[in-house]
């Protein structure tokens, strides 16, 4: 008999055996009531591997009493989808074709588009998958007319469930009797990374792994961490998990979180990314503390500079500290609201000539001299004194406000005393 993965043998049946998704399938759930009307609508669904989606599609096909086709975006093509179109209102679907479309986002947009007339007639009700955000790798002419449902990654606590109903399954399969610490079956459950899929061959590969005495098995501890190294890990340098950690990285920088902006650092370098954290650690540098402590970009350049040169895993050590450096730190995000405001100016075309004081002079040519009236402020008090900078059309454009920390607040004193409150 030909191998087949646990994880297969144990595909719930009914909505009741999925694990986790209660937002969607628990009582009451959107998704529930839908499957549960019969009238099953085009519907993509969204999120990580082994969170349940083809095995929600299966049942929804089961129950609705629709022909199931299956087609993987990776290797299916046009022929492919032309030979589930042939089967229409044949003998084969006299009833339509539920079509499962799996990772829908390597469908090009003339190969989403083929399927479009059949699901605007309701020949072809499409169940599509994807890992990716649909709203970016989905053809808006098909994703306008499909509902998407957002599959989450697994809880521990749910991933745990999933664990003890594989011991409990390969117990009766294999005729024995299973010793498995909670602690250890708590460890394979939290290293799947909410990855049902993943949690369930984990203990299959304990259990091959383990020695039998007199029809028992003792899964212990370490072979559980061995099967567990890295395996939580979820993480795809082009993929929304790749944006989505560095979002989290610098979001909790922003927000002082010292511990979340050091535990997302982590997983980007256990990944083995250095570039990444370093590009944003430095953007973080200037957005969110820039001027109410300006002394933090150089000094980040440097940690940023010796982690490159270093490389793993001393990379870790100027990292860390520029990251606690930064949440430690005050913060002002006046300079971005400064340059983002004088860009929307220029961009709707509020500029105007250079006023004369400030061209280059040395440009006029000959015969063409004019007088400039340029003031140089260094001859004057404090370096400063009144002129026009700005052209005429935007002359009274504000666009910095001084940051309420301590170091904005000094400049803002001195420059209110030299130009004497103006």
Not at 38 to 50: D, K, Q, R
Not at 327 to 352: E, F, H, Q, Y
Request: charged share 25%.
């Amino acid at each position: 008999m030909p191998y087949r993965p646990l994880a297969d043998e144990l595909r719930p049946t009914s909505l009741d055996d999925v694990v986790g998704q209660e937002h969607i399938l628990g009582e009451g759930g959107l998704l529930r009531r839908v499957v549960e009307s019969g009238s099953i609508p085009n519907m993509i669904f969204y999120g990580p591997s082994g969170t349940g989606k083809t095995t929600v599609a299966n049942i929804i096909a089961s129950e609705s009493g629709r022909v199931l086709r299956k087609l993987n975006a990776t290797t299916a093509g046009l022929a492919d989808i032309r030979s589930v179109i042939s089967e229409l209102d044949t003998f084969l679907a006299p009833n339509g074709v539920l079509l499962y479309l799996d990772e829908i986002q390597y469908f090009n947009k003339k190969q989403q588009q083929s399927l479009l007339e059949f699901i605007e007639n309701g020949k072809i009700t499409l169940i599509a998958s994807t890992t990716e955000n649909p709203y970016f790798y989905v053809y808006s002419a098909v994703l306008s007319r499909c509902t998407v449902f957002e599959f989450k990654a697994l809880s521990a606590d749910d991933a745990e469930k999933a664990v003890m109903r594989a011991v409990k399954y390969l117990e009766k399969r294999d005729g024995v009797t299973a010793e498995i610490s909670a602690e250890t079956a708590r460890r394979v459950a939290a290293a799947c990374g909410g990855d049902t899929r993943k949690a369930i061959n984990s203990v299959e590969l304990l259990f091959s792994a383990s020695k039998r005495e007199n029809g028992k098995i003792t899964v212990s501890d370490e072979d559980a961490a061995a099967v567990s190294q890295k395996s939580a890990m979820r993480y795809d340098r082009d993929g929304d998990g790749h944006y989505d950690i560095l979002s989290a990285l610098h979001k909790s920088i922003r927000g002082s979180d010292t511990d979340a902006a050091l535990h997302y650092l982590a997983r980007l370098l256990e990944a083995g990314d250095i570039i990444s954290p370093c590009r944003r650690i430095l953007c973080a540098a200037c957005e969110d503390i820039g001027l109410a402590y300006p002394a933090a970009i150089p000094i980040v350049k440097a940690c940023v500079d010796a982690a490159v040169q270093l490389g793993m895993p001393e990379a870790r050590l100027p990292l860390a500290d520029a990251v606690i450096l930064l949440c430690t730190a005050p913060k002002s995000n006046s300079g971005v609201m400064a340059i983002d405001s004088a860009l929307a100016d220029v961009r709707a075309g509020k500029t105007g000539d250079i006023p004369r004081e400030l061209q280059n002079v040395h440009a006029d040519g000959a015969g063409f001299e004019r007088e400039q009236g340029y003031k140089y402020p260094h001859d004057f008090p404090n370096a400063w004194t009144a002129q026009q900078y700005l052209p005429d059309a935007i002359k009274n454009a504000k666009y910095y406000e001084f940051g309420e920390n301590k170091t904005e607040q000094a400049a803002k004193k001195y420059w209110d005393a030299v130009k004497g409150g103006s």
